[in-house]
């Protein structure tokens, strides 16, 4: 290399070689380079796939994504209304949008230049096409072997059927702390899961406590919606988890098993403390609940917590509804319901049991005695098929055997028994009749016929599966024609083949092929096809009652026409627990306004009064800060400037306060009952003496934040006036003018 | 021109001052100028056409990275860490893997091992021609930097195919790296290699045999071989300065230490030696990927990580150093246990290079030579601004 230490003078010039040579550079635009296969260019979006999910805009480094409400896209089961806008002021083309993208819409294309003089070009929203509409090709895409999310579940330990199949020991075990945290650790929080519940449990909230094994926060955080998450984490319908966004390309998380374990993680005695529920004081007046199943339970929790006094009538003897008579135990053990409930009641619900509301005591006296009636009584009397035979002693309902299960009262166990139905319930009843005879005759001879085939079986598929593994005999797709009886002991269920159950309008409208017979043989058959409710309790108010079609006609707050009488559960809105507890939260609040006065229109509404509050609050922040202001830096007013700080801390959280009740009305009531005891004394004082605010009579609307207020307003208008007062103004100009002096002296 | 002289009685000295002769002046260059790959001043006080005394000044590409890591959850941080140093962006990612590696005890693949290899060398490479390129500049010889950033663009070619990205990576990630090679890759960087390994003689026909280079460079900026260690100096400045060290082989890490290569030095420690320790470095590093080309094992590229929004690093502290095209780069994290890096401090080498070296340095050069002696202490300015 270095033949000359002094270099060469000529060699340099053997790069005039190159003259002739094409070069690397390229004219742009004539020419045009293709970028290659996993280039990061401009980004596409399959706004189908998209489920709106937000994840992009979570892990962008520069928050570069906003998702934005698209115009005819509505929100759905497991999709929002939302997609991804992308600022390329900001983008950085990292590409960990896509690589995280929950359904792989999200995708980069191999083109690179946009040219604009405006800068809101820079800001496009994209679609299949590219921001040019020119379908480039694709560039940098998702990676099935990289992959940032974790798709599949932690399992789930479950007893095997051998170790089940005679008793009614809980089948599933629950996660550990560690499996529990693995899995809470695969929530991307999107919210769709909130979305979907009927409760509207703040679902990624709690998976986060979890995840950060804050468990006391946890429960916290489901009771503000749901009072009964111990249940629920063991026999909820969870449509979260079909809402979930991991379900998409992987699993689901588990989030009724992650529910059931932070629940699980708390002992009963320490519900009061952890949850950290304030009951206020009681507003004295009363309220009674028909029916102590989930949506009267979770009235009575939501009514209780406002301070008000709750009675709870109930005919059975015990509180719980379906989940103690009807879901078996070894789905939902007893001891696991009795902690939510012992937990409400403890709250000072007061529960009547062995009381039948219609026979024991009448509705009409509940109205006098009580300022509002709520009615949960639920779906209590079984559905006949009607056909032949079905007045035979032997056939059952299978309701009134899951109530007998749990009363332990004696009836019939069959060694060949039949069911008809295939939902939930028939496998309720088919898998508890299975355990009676595995356990009195050592094996299981019991038939499961439904109307509907195998594939729409309504009844979960891990229910089926487990039936079969204790050795059910399923036979789909089968109408009941008769119950044959011969000298008087049934013999068996004669059936035709059912060649559709819906008709092209998915309305229910079987129909049967006559030719193809099969008799299924049994001693017993149960009946399992649905249920309805008993509301001979209605009385004289059945007529003057308003109905929507065969239900009783309610508003959203779930009040019927006749304003004092609330319905809730499965007799307006089913058909599972959860939708039975957000009937009972909404219902509470319903209570609460209609007790307060509270009419759904004009400034009265609680809403609007917040408001007022909230912009008056401000107003007098703002009045603080200017007196501050005024204030600083003058020896004199030093006392008055520490008065003023105070008073904008007191501020500042009172608006804090009314901030969060108007941002969330649905939390309001679990809002109300953390604010401290004092504020919640009726104190509309200042509120009626804004002008634009007519309150009629001294029966006010209670609502607490107000009053803390109204004792801060008087004293910073005090304070105000004095700051803007002549006196100090006086002062002020005579501290100007020592200053002044004292510069002069020292200069 | 004229705002910018200024004697240091404050007196204007307008050009052509007849009593310009004997008195000191400041003169401010920058912040864009030839000697730099970002903008970064310097004011120098000259007297007559030598500098007697040199103040850098940073700040014009302060971004905040450090802080701004503190704020990003470890997994965003990758997107940011390869903007610290443009021309070399790779070992800020490898250093910011490999520290939470060390923190959370994360295996990586040995095929991803092999890969980062192959990554930080083409950019030691890439980084190399630039300066090359960089250097010729400042003295006039402008035919250098069309040859060396249009061969530097075939390695960024060679980064666009596998990293989706051409100048900034994002490729490293803690447990490995974001891609496999794609088919065909192995051989175009091969074509690649050949092509850079032939394309060194007309560079030394052009640049480094060039009468013009020798003339201006030889001589010029001398790091003081017994102030080197003193200073602070690492990478090819001190291999120039005639110091065998080198991270890759004093604290081996991914798979150098299976890797054979010689560590080339010079003697005479001034510009010239500095350019040509880079030189050899380039043979070197085309060595070393040739070499993982070869044994390259099969195998995954990550090792899967959890969730990344809800990715705890356990709490520690860590050092993590590596070499860089322009001297020793390290990372210290301190990690408190949480989503976020309680502390990400960057060690790059252009503090030392481009600050306190130069400003010695730069005393008793002539103005003429600033900016070449600048380049080639080979510093880059937004890792300066960190
Ligand atoms: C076998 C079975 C299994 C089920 N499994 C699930 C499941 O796994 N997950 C799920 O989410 N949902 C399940 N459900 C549905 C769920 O149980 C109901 O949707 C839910 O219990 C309805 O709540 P509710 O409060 O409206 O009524 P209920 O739970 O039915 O409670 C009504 C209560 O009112 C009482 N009552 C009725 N009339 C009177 C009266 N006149 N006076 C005083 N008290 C009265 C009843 O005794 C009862 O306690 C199941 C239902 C059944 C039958
Ligand atoms: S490519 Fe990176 S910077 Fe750009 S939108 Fe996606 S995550 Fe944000
Ligand atoms: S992560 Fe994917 S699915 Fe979710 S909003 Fe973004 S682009 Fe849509």
């Known amino acids: 290399m270095a033949e000359n230490k002094l270099g060469s003078v000529l060699k340099p010039f053997l790069a005039l070689k190159t003259l002739g040579e094409k070069p690397d550079t ?159 650790s695969r929530c991307v929080a999107c919210g769709l899961c909130t979305a979907a519940c009927p409760a509207g449990m703040n679902i ?7 995840w950060r094994d804050d468990i006391p926060e946890a429960g916290r955080q489901m009771y503000k919606t749901n009072p009964l998450p111990d249940v629920c984490g063991r026999i909820c319908t969870h449509n979260c988890e079909t809402a979930c966004s991991m379900g998409v390309r992987g699993e689901a998380i588990s989030i009724r098993w992650l529910k059931r374990y932070a629940m699980d993680a708390i002992p009963s005695e320490e519900y009061k403390t952890l949850i950290n529920q304030r009951v206020v004081e009681s507003e004295g007046r009363s309220i009674a609940i028909v029916g102590a199943g989930p949506a009267g339970l979770s009235a009575a929790y939501y009514l209780v917590l406002m301070g008000y006094k709750v009675t709870l009538f109930e005919s059975y003897p015990e509180a719980g509804g379906m989940m103690r008579y009807g879901i078996p135990e070894y789905r939902l053990p007893y001891d696991i319901l009795d ?83 295939g939902g939930n319930v028939a496998l309720d009843i088919a898998r508890s009749l299975a355990r009676k005879q595995k356990a009195k005759y050592g094996k299981v001879n019991l038939i499961v016929t439904s109307l509907e085939s195998r594939d729409i079986m309504p009844a979960d598929e891990e229910e089926i599966v487990e039936g079969m593994e204790e050795g059910i005999e399923f036979h789909p797709g089968r109408g009941p024609e008769e119950i044959v009886i011969k000298n008087n002991k049934i013999v068996g269920l004669k059936t035709s ?26 001693v017993m ?113 030093e006392e008055l400037a520490g008065k003023l700080d105070t008073l904008k801390n007191q501020e500042l959280s009172s608006l804090e306060i009314l901030d969060a009740l108007l941002v969330n009305p649905d939390t309001r009531i679990h809002l109300r009952q953390e604010l401290p005891r004092e504020i919640l004394k009726d104190d509309f004082a200042y509120i009626t003496n804004l002008e634009s605010l007519d309150m009629s009579s001294g029966d006010t609307i209670s609502s607490g934040v107000i009053s803390r207020l109204s004792a801060a307003y008087a004293l910073y208008n005090d304070l105000i006036q004095l700051t803007r007062s002549k006196e100090l103004k006086f002062s002020l100009e005579i501290l100007r003018g020592r200053n002044d002096q004292s510069r002069k002296v020292f200069s | 021109m004229s705002e910018l002289v200024t004697a240091n009685d404050g007196s204007s000295l307008m050009p052509g001052a007849k009593s310009l002769e004997n008195r000191e002046y400041n003169l401010f260059i920058g912040p864009n100028h030839p000697g730099v790959e970002g903008n970064f001043a310097l004011k120098l006080t000259l007297e007559g056409d030598t500098i007697v005394k040199a103040k850098t000044e940073a700040g014009f590409l302060h971004r905040g990275f450090e802080k701004l890591m503190e704020e990003r959850l470890f997994i965003q941080n990758i997107a940011i860490v390869c903007r610290i140093c443009v021309p070399d962006p790779d070992p800020n990612e490898e250093n910011y893997a ?118 201006r460079a030889v001589g010029i900026g001398v790091l003081p071989r017994e102030r080197a260690m003193e200073w602070g100096t690492t990478g090819p ?34 510009a010239y030696s500095r350019l040509m320790i880079r030189r050899k470095e380039v043979v070197q590093t085309i060595g070393i990927i040739r070499q993982v080309l070869d044994k390259i094992p099969e195998g995954p590229v990550w090792n899967k990580q959890p969730n990344p929004l809800k990715w705890r690093v356990p709490a520690g502290d860590v050092y993590v150093r590596s070499e860089s095209s322009k001297g020793e780069y390290a990372y210290y994290m301190v990690s408190d246990g949480g989503v976020r890096p309680y502390r990400v401090h960057v060690r790059g080498a252009s503090v030392t290079h481009g600050v306190h070296i130069l400003e010695n340095l730069l005393v008793g050069t002539r103005i003429e030579d600033a900016s070449q002696l600048m380049f080639s202490l080979d510093a880059c300015p937004p890792e300066v601004d960190r």
């Open chain 1, 204 to 210: 990624p909230e709690y998976i986060d406590a979890i």
């Open chain 1, 26 to 184: 390229i004219h742009v635009p004539s020419e045009y380079r293709e970028a290659c296969d996993r280039y990061r260019g401009f980004h596409v979006n399959d706004l189908d796939k998209c489920i709106g999910c937000g994840t992009c805009a979570e892990i962008c480094d520069n928050d570069a994504i906003r998702m934005v409400p698209v115009v005819g896209r509505e929100a759905e089961l497991g999709k929002t209304e939302y997609r991804p806008v992308i600022d390329y002021g900001r983008c950085c083309w990292c590409a960990l949008c896509v690589d995280i993208c929950t359904t792989n819409s999200l995708n980069m294309t191999r083109e690179y230049t946009h040219i604009d003089e405006e800068t809101n070009s820079f800001f496009i929203f994209p679609d299949e096409n590219g921001i040019h509409n020119k379908k480039f090709p694709k560039g940098w895409q998702a990676n099935k072997d990289i992959n940032f999310l974790d798709l599949e579940r932690v399992p789930m330990e479950a007893l095997g059927p051998e170790q089940r199949d005679s008793s009614f020991v809980e089948i599933v075990k629950g996660f550990t702390k560690q499996q529990a945290q693995l899995e809470a």
């Open chain 2, 237 to 270: 400045n001190l291999r120039a300065a005639g110091f065998a060290h080198d991270v890759r082989k004093d604290d081996s890490y991914e798979v150098y230490n299976e890797l054979e290569f010689d560590i080339p030095t010079l003697k005479d420690s001034d």
């Open chain 1, 525 to 637: 058959v149960v009946e399992s096809i649905g249920q309805a409710p008993d509301m001979s309790y209605l009385g004289t108010f059945a007529d003057s009652i308003e109905y929507d079609g065969r239900r009783i006609k309610v508003d959203e707050y779930y009040q019927s026409s006749e304003n004092w009488l609330f319905v809730i559960g499965d007799i307006i809105k089913g058909p599972d627990v959860i939708t039975g507890i957000a009937t009972g939260h909404t219902a509470a609040q319903g209570v609460d306004n209609f007790l307060r006065h509270i009419e759904a229109d004009g400034i009265t509404k609680i809403d609007d009064i917040l408001r007022i509050a909230y912009s008056y609050q401000k107003d007098q922040l703002a009045q603080i800060t200017q007196a501050e202001e005024t204030a600083s830096g003058k020896p004199e007013l």
């Open chain 2, 98 to 215: 490999r520290a939470i590696e060390a923190l959370a005890d994360i295996e990586v693949p040995r095929r991803a091992q092999f890969i980062r290899v192959l990554v930080l060398e083409l950019s030691r490479l890439a980084s190399h021609l630039f300066t090359f390129g960089g250097h010729a500049g400042t003295i006039g010889l402008y035919t250098m930097p069309n040859w060396s950033i249009s061969d530097r663009d075939r390695i960024l070619d060679l980064f666009e195919e596998l990293t989706g990205g051409r100048v900034y990576h994002i490729y490293n990630m803690p447990g490995g790296v974001r891609r496999d090679f794609p088919a065909g890759f192995a051989s175009r960087v091969r074509d690649v290699l050949d092509y850079i390994e032939g394309r060194l003689p007309d560079y030394d026909n052009l640049f480094f045999n060039n009468r013009i280079l020798r003339k």
């Open chain 1, 339 to 421: 902690k939510d409930i012992d937990f409400i009641i403890s709250l000072g619900v007061e529960l009547k049991t062995n009381t039948r509301v219609g026979t024991d005591v009448t509705l009409e006296s509940l109205h006098s005695s009580y300022d509002s009636v709520l009615i949960a009584t639920g779906l209590h009397q079984g559905r006949s098929t009607g056909v032949p035979g079905t007045d035979n002693p032997m056939v059952f309902q299978s309701i009134d055997l899951l109530a007998k299960i749990t009363k332990k009262e004696e009836f019939p166990v069959e060694e060949k028994m039949v069911v008809i139905g």
């Open chain 1, 497 to 522: 083949k059912c060649t559709r159950v819906f008709d092209e309008e998915g309305r229910f409208s079987p129909e049967f092929d006559k030719d193809d017979i099969e008799l299924y043989e049994g």
